[in-house]
């Protein structure tokens, strides 16, 4: 495998520090974008990148808090504490660097993505591939809308705030999608409750959007990261790798490597 951390330059003129991992030979190869959940970078997500990109994907991993912090970083992988705050003092700082982002915020740092992408000839020029986690999931359903004749194939994983009263919930641009959705949701999430995963079915039922949304059983929120404790769940987490490797596969190529 090929990797390496580069700066992409942002329309802000920032660097949005980023992962990015491909097999080594036999490129281009199609592009996904692997979006954080609210704990940030970290081995673990490192980690999950290289397994798409083993299947035969140019995968970047990009750090969404680039602009205020370059090293928010959990002391352990089962997200204790940050060094030097105490558990609570690290919830409230995760939670600020949260309150940064916007489903339009985070739009435009995947466009400056793609653009670096366009010099990179490991990186196809053909449709691309999204699955947030988290808080990234209404993210990567946004992007699915306003990018939608380049992004064809997008999942939320125990994604919050799918569906909300704001004026830019992501629902609303459903209508815009061309591509395919899945949604992998856990049964006990008070992030992401029952009761907007009912109001989300009701919803993508009425549309012409080709999409699965998927309830697993007795899970809670953070079920497919292994170092989440008992949260953890290998069987279901399993299921979630093949459920978007298969949609990245229906998607955005015409073989298969592996699922």
């Known amino acids: 495998m090929k ?3 580069v700066n992409i330059k942002s329309i802000e003129n920032n660097n949005i520090d980023t992962y990015v991992v491909c097999p080594d030979k036999d490129g281009p190869f199609p592009i996904v ?3 954080m959940d609210a704990p940030g970078i970290r081995q673990e997500l490192y980690d999950m990148a290289s397994r798409i990109a083993s299947c035969g994907y140019y995968v970047l991993l990009p750090n969404l808090y680039y602009r205020t912090s370059k090293k928010f970083k959990w002391n352990k992988p089962n997200l204790d504490f940050i060094q030097g705050h105490t558990p609570e003092e690290s919830r409230n700082l995760m939670f600020e660097h949260m309150d940064t982002l916007s489903n339009s915020r985070v739009l435009q740092d995947i466009k400056d993505i793609l653009i670096f992408c366009e010099e990179d000839n490991n ?6 591939g999204i699955v947030g986690y988290c808080m990234s999931g209404p993210f990567a359903f946004y992007t699915a809308a306003k990018l939608n004749e380049r992004v064809l194939a997008a999942a939320s994983i125990h994604g919050v705030k799918l569906i909300t009263s704001e004026a830019d919930s992501p629902h609303l641009f459903a209508h815009e999608i061309k ?3 899945y949604f992998g949701c856990a049964e006990k999430d ?6 907007m995963i009912k109001k989300l079915e009701d919803f993508m039922s009425k549309t012409n959007v080709r ?6 059983s007795g899970t809670g929120h953070g079920f497919a990261f ?3 404790g008992l949260l953890y769940s290998r069987k279901d987490a399993e299921t979630h790798w093949y459920r978007i490797l298969s949609l990245f596969d229906r998607n955005l190529k015409t073989s298969t490597l592996c699922r």
């Open 190 to 195: 008070s992030y992401a409750p029952l009761e």
């Open 211 to 216: 999409h699965q949304i998927e309830v697993f």
């Open 33 to 35: 974008l692997l979006l």
């Open 179 to 181: 591509g395919e959705l």
């Open 226 to 228: 292994p170092n989440r």
């Open 3 to 5: 990797e390496e951390i």
């Open 123 to 128: 990186a196809s020029k053909g449709p691309v």
